[in-house]
């Protein structure tokens, strides 16, 4: 169960049965989503606040179906807005554990604004940015996210614009948050979910997720169960970071970028790997992380950067509180009377 | 004292300062304004400024100014052409001579008239000398140069020394008004507190200026305006966007639902939302959103969350707001959408005022998306509309699009204060915790407001948002008859909110032959012109509205008993157009204006006789 400075915790202990919607799921059979909704399900009564204190936001798009099938407060608002009104919500209630459900569409093309701005601002709740690096609800265009290159229905003859890395754009907002995860484990993904609960700031998570219909095999390279140690890099605070099959394969720093070793070659021993350090406020070594692609590099999952700054929301609390002792204005009726006031007799 | 002038007693009189950007003309006019107020005169100002912060030096296009209007009668406008016009330079007098009534009073530093700055204002010779003014009482004084020499003796630079100009020529009107000193003294004393050297030469520019003026053979009459017959109690001067965003506070406190605005930067409307920040202390949370959708987005973010939501904006941001209106309209969420109008379309005269955004706020929406619609007509009035616009749209669970504009945001009035505890109550439709009949569209079957339950409320978690959903349960539907169902009903639920507004008031006689139907910013210009032609004896009566959406339950009996209807208004015909769509049995004539300017008294008066004698 987490502890937070102002958010309750349930008083009774919570069980996926009290987060599950009596509503019909409607997305694909095979889609993405249903795992993603299966790991927010199990993580709500780990994180164990009290139900009524959980709040889903979501702008449009696939993704953002997601509150109509969680059990908590839901507010479904209009394409790319879901940041937007999230910031809304928990800066009017920061005892509020507030998670946002959108899609590399909603956030990163028409809503991008809102989604640097509220990383900028640290404001403290959960996105779940579901990449599918398609358009899934309009049926299949391209997004930001779709690799260069790419054939899709407005993209006749391939994409011509070169994608957005979603870490490297998080991180240039300057994020104090992000994490990666892959929608076929649902375990990683309930890890890192409890872990963006617990970070006090934006916490954005990275979805890697099928759409079964429009962007099928997107991640397969990455996906695949028998090559997947091979081409995601789990990582873990404090632990060198070390992939592959046979556990012989790291990450070291190299020249001014990061290289692929392996242990036991050229003198290579495990004390050469670069070891994580996920709370490091100096981001350097998280946006090289966050960069890594196939075929050169794993692709880092887990918690990339989780980094101890203010957030915007105990800081306004702060300003309000002190205004509130302090200030002679305590009432509209004083503030009407304050400053230039004569009397008419 | 005793002095052998002539005083001339006014019943009223304009009084505009002008002078080169950063001459110090707006805090001339706002002290003047003070001392007029505090000495028991009715009055109303408006600043006018370039868009520009700092134009080029001595150009016209740098020229700001300050009109005041005072009376010792009832004060509606700023005032259309002015008695007394106070000139820093030749480039504010070359803008601003075409406002001075022929025969009224120049006052004028002619030390600033020299050869470089006549030319740069866009003059070929000296209108001081060319006889160009000859129709005007001219005041000139070598302002500049005399602030100067009295500063002699002060330890103050040059640059200081000239900067405290306005000083002078401001004990110079004081003077020809029969003005003490009195309040403009203690304010020095207060705003140069920490600065002795300043606060002793701006008190000596004052007093020298009023000095010169007694002992200047120039001032050969002086005037009076008496004290108007104000109500008893206790007065402040306050200008439309300062009164709309107390009137905000003002019911975040009466309906206990903490305030929060979210909002962006934009003129002229900024000045709410940089009011509203100062006020922390009454717990207001102001969001400076990165754009405008994000202002109306966190604000229905905020009021689904349970607080008292407002955006602030102006035109082109109305615009980026249409689908987020829409969002709030179907979500039945509370918000208040003040809009302060400006000259358009696109960024059109940003400083410069209009009324051609209501038909966007009538119906610049997707959808069948009705909101209510309400309009504030004086400085003072967006105080109590604000209030309740704030109602309205905390009761019955609708967003109010609240529309003011540049004059009303930025022209001052005197505001007789009142004690907020004596305001109508504000009761929000909330929800009980853990009531087990709680559906998130249940309605009350009066006002047809559904019941406001929000994140931490106990036993009542829901979803609601875009999606059209049915009645009562608020589930996700595309039931053909549940989409009818749900338009009528939120298009009903505006349209009952006429129940709980005022009936329309009439200025004048019930009926008569000419009805003058106005609304929003343009009351004062209106009511003076009704006035005026009332005590000729004119069948004459004016109907302004607060309430476009719903209008109050009389108009169509209102309309009836006159013989015909002007409606006049500072856009191309939208509200005539309205009306002509609401009430078609009536014949409209229509007067309308669009030149960033007010209507002007006079403008009026002629264009309502030619419609009684035609």
């Given at each position: 169960m987490l502890k937070d400075k102002r958010i309750q915790v349930s008083p009774t202990e919570l069980t996926k049965e009290d987060f599950v919607s009596d509503q019909m799921v409607k997305w694909c059979p095979g889609c993405g989503a249903h795992a993603i909704l299966a790991a927010v399900e199990n993580v709500f009564p780990k994180i164990g606040y009290r139900k009524e204190n959980f709040a889903f936001v979501s702008g449009i798009g696939c993704s953002s179906r997601f509150p109509y099938y969680v059990n908590t407060y839901g507010f479904h608002g209009i394409h790319g807005r879901a940041n937007a009104i999230a910031s809304g919500v928990k800066i009017a209630n920061p005892d509020l554990s507030v998670w946002i459900a959108t899609g590399d569409g909603d956030s990163m093309a028409i809503g991008g604004n809102h989604l640097i701005h509220i990383v900028r601002r640290n404001i403290d709740v959960n996105i779940l940015l579901f990449n599918n690096q398609i358009y899934g609800l309009t049926k299949g265009q391209f997004s930001p996210t779709t690799p260069m290159g790419e054939v899709t229905k407005t993209s006749p003859h391939g994409t011509i614009e070169h994608p957005f890395i979603t870490a490297g754009l998080i991180m240039g907002a300057q994020g104090t948050f992000f994490a990666r995860a892959i929608d076929n484990n649902v375990k990683l993904m309930t890890e890192v979910m409890y872990e963006a609960a617990k970070h006090d700031g934006t916490s954005v998570v990275e979805i890697l997720q099928n759409c079964i219909i429009f962007a099928e095999n997107a991640h397969t390279h990455i996906a695949n169960r028998e090559t997947k140690e091979d081409v995601q890099l789990f990582l873990k605070h404090g632990e060198p970071m070390i992939f592959g099959k046979n556990r012989n394969k790291g990450i070291i720093l190299k020249g001014t970028g990061l290289g692929v070793v392996t242990i036991g070659e050229g003198g290579i021993t495990e004390k050469d790997i670069l070891v994580h350090d996920q709370y490091s406020k100096d981001p350097a070594i998280h946006r090289m992380l966050g960069r890594m692609m196939q075929p050169v590099f794993p692709v880092a999952m887990g918690v990339i950067r989780s980094a101890p700054y203010l957030t915007y929301d105990d800081l306004h609390e702060e300003q309000i509180n002190n205004a509130r002792k302090t200030a002679k204005i305590q009432s509209v009726n004083d503030l009407l009377r304050s400053g230039e006031v004569w009397e008419i007799k | 004292m005793v002095d052998s002038r002539n005083i001339i007693e006014l019943e009223d009189?304009?009084?505009?300062?002008?002078?080169?950007?950063?001459?110090?003309?707006?805090?001339?006019?706002?002290?003047?304004?003070?001392?007029?107020?505090?000495?028991?005169?009715?009055?109303?100002?408006?600043?006018?400024?370039?868009?520009?912060?700092?134009?080029?030096?001595?150009?016209?296009?740098?020229?700001?100014?300050?009109?005041?209007?005072?009376?010792?009668?009832?004060?509606?406008?700023?005032?259309?052409?002015?008695?007394?016009?106070?000139?820093?330079?030749?480039?504010?007098?070359?803008?601003?001579?075409?406002?001075?009534?022929?025969?009224?009073?120049?006052?004028?530093?002619?030390?600033?008239?020299?050869?470089?700055?006549?030319?740069?204002?866009?003059?070929?010779?000296?209108?001081?000398?060319?006889?160009?003014?000859?129709?005007?009482?001219?005041?000139?004084?070598?302002?500049?140069?005399?602030?100067?020499?009295?500063?002699?003796?002060?330890?103050?630079?040059?640059?200081?020394?000239?900067?405290?100009?306005?000083?002078?020529?401001?004990?110079?009107?004081?003077?020809?008004?029969?003005?003490?000193?009195?309040?403009?003294?203690?304010?020095?004393?207060?705003?140069?507190?920490?600065?002795?050297?300043?606060?002793?030469?701006?008190?000596?520019?004052?007093?020298?200026?009023?000095?010169?003026?007694?002992?200047?053979?120039?001032?050969?009459?002086?005037?009076?305006?008496?004290?108007?017959?104000?109500?008893?109690?206790?007065?402040?001067?306050?200008?439309?966007?300062?009164?709309?965003?107390?009137?905000?506070?003002?019911?975040?406190?009466?309906?206990?639902?903490?305030?929060?605005?979210?909002?962006?930067?934009?003129?002229?409307?900024?000045?709410?939302?940089?009011?509203?920040?100062?006020?922390?202390?009454?717990?207001?949370?102001?969001?400076?959103?990165?754009?405008?959708?994000?202002?109306?987005?966190?604000?229905?973010?905020?009021?689904?969350?349970?607080?008292?939501?407002?955006?602030?904006?102006?035109?082109?941001?109305?615009?980026?707001?249409?689908?987020?209106?829409?969002?709030?309209?179907?979500?039945?969420?509370?918000?208040?959408?003040?809009?302060?109008?400006?000259?358009?379309?696109?960024?059109?005269?940003?400083?410069?005022?209009?009324?051609?955004?209501?038909?966007?706020?009538?119906?610049?929406?997707?959808?069948?998306?009705?909101?209510?619609?309400?309009?504030?007509?004086?400085?003072?009035?967006?105080?109590?509309?604000?209030?309740?616009?704030?109602?309205?749209?905390?009761?019955?669970?609708?967003?109010?699009?609240?529309?003011?504009?540049?004059?009303?945001?930025?022209?001052s009035e005197l505001f007789r204060i009142p004690d907020v505890n004596n305001l109508p109550e504000i009761k929000p439709p909330l929800a009980t915790p853990n009531d087990p009949g709680y559906k998130p569209y249940r309605r009350n079957p009066v006002s047809l407001a559904r019941e406001w339950a929000f994140p931490g409320m106990e036993g009542l978690r829901h979803r609601i948002g875009g999606l059209e959903k049915t009645n009562v349960d608020g589930l996700v539907s595309t039931d053909p008859k549940n989409h009818q169902l749900m338009v009528n009903l939120r298009a009903e639920k505006v349209n009952k909110i006429a129940d709980y507004i005022p009936l329309q008031q009439i200025e004048g006689e019930e009926t008569g032959d000419l009805l003058v139907v106005g609304w929003g910013g343009t009351k004062g210009a209106l009511i003076s012109a009704v006035q005026n032609m009332q005590q000729e004896g004119k069948k004459i009566s004016l109907a302004h509205f607060s309430h476009i959406m719903p209008l109050p339950k009389n108009t169509e009996e209102v309309f009836g008993k006159f013989k015909k209807i002007v409606v006049c208004e500072l856009n191309m015909g939208q509200f005539v157009n309205y009306l002509r769509m609401t009430m078609p049995q009536f014949k409209y004539l229509q007067y309308n204006k669009v030149q960033g300017l007010p209507f002007h008294v006079q403008e009026l008066t002629e264009v309502f006789n030619k419609m009684l004698e035609e």
């Open positions: - | 009189v304009v009084v505009k300062f002008v002078g080169d950007s950063g001459d110090g003309m707006q805090l001339t006019g706002t002290l003047f304004s003070e001392a007029a107020a505090e000495s028991g005169n009715d009055l109303a100002t408006f600043p006018d400024f370039p868009a520009e912060i700092r134009a080029p030096h001595n150009t016209v296009a740098g020229v700001s100014g300050f009109q005041v209007h005072l009376g010792q009668k009832k004060i509606y406008t700023s005032g259309d052409f002015c008695d007394v016009l106070v000139a820093m330079n030749p480039a504010s007098l070359k803008a601003n001579l075409k406002w001075a009534k022929p025969g009224g009073t120049l006052v004028v530093d002619s030390s600033t008239f020299d050869q470089k700055a006549i030319e740069k204002a866009g003059y070929t010779t000296n209108p001081l000398q060319d006889g160009s003014l000859s129709i005007y009482n001219i005041i000139q004084a070598p302002i500049t140069l005399l602030t100067q020499e009295c500063l002699r003796d002060h330890k103050i630079d040059k640059k200081s020394a000239v900067r405290t100009k306005n000083m002078f020529v401001l004990g110079m009107v004081f003077f020809l008004f029969n003005k003490s000193l009195e309040s403009t003294l203690g304010y020095i004393d207060k705003k140069f507190k920490g600065k002795p050297e300043i606060k002793e030469a701006n008190k000596a520019a004052l007093i020298a200026g009023y000095n010169y003026s007694e002992t200047m053979e120039a001032v050969n009459i002086t005037f009076r305006v008496g004290p108007s017959n104000l109500e008893k109690g206790f007065y402040r001067n306050v200008t439309g966007n300062v009164a709309t965003a107390w009137g905000l506070l003002a019911a975040a406190e009466r309906s206990g639902r903490p305030l929060f605005l979210g909002s962006y930067p934009i003129t002229p409307a900024t000045e709410i939302l940089m009011e509203l920040s100062l006020h922390k202390s009454l717990g207001a949370k102001v969001f400076q959103a990165e754009d405008e959708i994000a202002g109306i987005c966190s604000a229905i973010g905020a009021s689904f969350a349970g607080s008292f939501a407002v955006t602030t904006t102006s035109g082109p941001g109305l615009s980026l707001k249409s689908e987020a209106i829409g969002l709030a309209v179907i979500a039945e969420l509370p918000l208040v959408i003040v809009n302060v109008q400006r000259a358009g379309p696109s960024t059109g005269m940003p400083t410069k005022s209009e009324q051609s955004d209501l038909m966007q706020a009538l119906f610049g929406r997707n959808g069948e998306c009705p909101a209510v619609v309400m309009a504030a007509s004086s400085p003072v009035d967006c105080f109590y509309s604000a209030y309740l616009a704030s109602k309205i749209s905390l009761e019955h669970m609708t967003p109010v699009i609240l529309l003011t504009d540049g004059y009303l945001g930025f022209g």
